[in-house]
Structures are given as C-alpha cells and as structure tokens.
C-alpha cells in the first residue's frame, strides 16, 4: 500500500481523490459531505447491510419496551445496529441514555437524528464500554443490549457481573452487499484511491470483493481493532486513523499523495 507523505493543499487536501465510502444511509450521506468539502469525489458503494434476527419479535418487543422508558440505558455495538433502530423508528424517551461503542457507531447516531450520553473515551471495544460504563454507574441499572448475531456477549457478561439488569437482544445478522462490476473495475484498475474500512466486517467485504487492490490504493482504518480485524482477513491496511472517528479516517488519507491508476496516462 502507499505509504509515502502528501502534499496538501489546504482548502481542499482531497482535491482529486475518489474515496470509496463502505456504507449508505444517513452515515453515508454524511461521509460523502464531508469528503466533498474536501475537494474529494465519494463513490457511496455499501459493501453490508443486516438481515432481520432469527427472532425478530424479540426485537420488536425490546424497542417497544425501549419506547416506554424501560430501560435507563441503551448500548449499540455497531452502526448497523444503528440502522436496524432507524428502520425501525425506534423511539429513545429522554430518560434513556445511549451508550455507543466506538465513534462509527456514534457518528452513525448522530446522522440518523439520536444522541449519544456515552463513547469510551479509550478503548472502542466492548469490554472498553463495560469498564468505563460500570465507572460511571456504580448502582444497578437497566440496560438494553443490542448487538449483531455474531457478536460475543462481553458487554451483557460483564455488565451483568457487575449487577446490572441486562437485556441482550440479537438485532441482526450482517450479510455482504456485492458491489457493480464497474466499482470492481475501478478498485482493480485503481481509479478508486482510497478505500475506507469502517468495521471488522467491512474489512471481509473489501477483502472479498476486491482481491486485487492496487499497492498504492490507500486503505485506511477507523481505528486499531478495525485494523487487527482487517489484517485477520489479509487485507492490507496503508494507514490507521489516530482519532477513531469520520474526520480522524479521512485526515489519515489526507497523509498520503494522489495515487493513479494503471492505466490514467494510457494513450
């Protein structure tokens, strides 16, 4: 991957750049805005997206309870989980707060109009949340865990130890989203110059869908367990992020200079 230093311009430290952006929605949105600023073209192309739970009444039910104020937390792993909650139109009363684990699922929050009380200010992991959260609330509390199918119950586990009432809820399973064949082509042939990794599991689609990325492409990870997750799979990472959030990603492509594709001087 490209690893040497950029020349910035600095209103528009991007200018020329076309940045793949890994997820849709209102988070997407907003990436593509701030990119733009930048002087950057976004290609949106959503490589996951979540399927309904094994038990989606289980959902409904806690989100109905949610929607009542019975619960004096919400925790949300993942912005996917986000996006089940606006699919939804989940309601969170005031009373409730809202803990997000790691500032892509914050972000995610913030663009789909809730707030977030709680972000690890450390360590953007589940365990991470559990130590700051247990800190902060020393009584029992109420607490509706959301996560994705997959995902370890660390934070029900140790919450629960801790003496808190916890209600962990499966709220989706990730399935990979195949992208058009000309985004394929333009990762391949490296018209795509940077490429944004956001999760874990936006880590395994690029590494699916894109076997052959460029070395100069720029792989830039959110944050240093992104980038473990990623370097699991075998992809590459160029560069991760030292502030774990949407402005921290993209100033880490901003270190680099424009790359070109193979054939961009081609007669």
Excluded: C
Aim: hydrophobic share 45%; no cysteine; glycine share 8%.
């Amino acid at each position: 991957m490209n690893h040497a230093a950029a020349d910035a311009t600095p209103s528009k430290p991007l200018r020329g750049w076309r940045v793949l952006v890994p997820r849709g929605g209102p988070w997407g949105d907003s990436v593509a805005a701030t990119l733009r600023g930048q002087g950057a073209v976004p290609v949106i192309a959503p490589l996951i997206n979540f399927a309904p739970a094994a038990d989606p009444a289980d959902l409904e039910s806690a989100l109905r309870e949610l929607a009542a104020g019975a619960f004096d937390w919400v925790t949300l792993t993942s912005a996917t989980t986000v996006d089940v909650l606006y699919a939804y139109r989940a309601q969170i009363p005031a009373s409730t707060k809202v803990a997000a684990v790691g500032e892509t699922t914050a972000a995610a929050l913030t663009a789909m109009g809730y707030r977030v009380d709680l972000v690890p200010d450390v360590d953007n992991s589940a365990a991470g949340m559990a130590s700051q959260f247990i800190a902060l609330e020393p009584e029992p509390r109420r607490v509706l865990a959301l996560r994705s199918e997959i995902a370890k119950p660390v934070l029900t586990r140790e919450l629960s130890a801790a003496g808190h009432h916890v209600r962990s809820v499966v709220a989706y399973r990730t399935v990979g989203v195949p992208v058009t064949e000309r985004i394929a082509h333009d990762v391949r042939s490296g018209r795509i110059n940077a490429i944004l990794v956001t999760s874990g599991s936006v880590a395994e689609q690029v590494r699916e869908q894109f076997p052959d990325i460029p070395e100069a492409t720029v792989v830039a990870a959110i944050g240093p367990r992104t980038a473990k997750d990623a370097r699991r799979t075998g992809l590459g990472v160029s560069v991760v992020a030292r502030e774990q959030s949407v402005d921290g990603l993209i100033a880490a492509v901003g270190q680099f200079p424009l790359p070109h594709a193979t054939d961009e001087f081609a007669i």
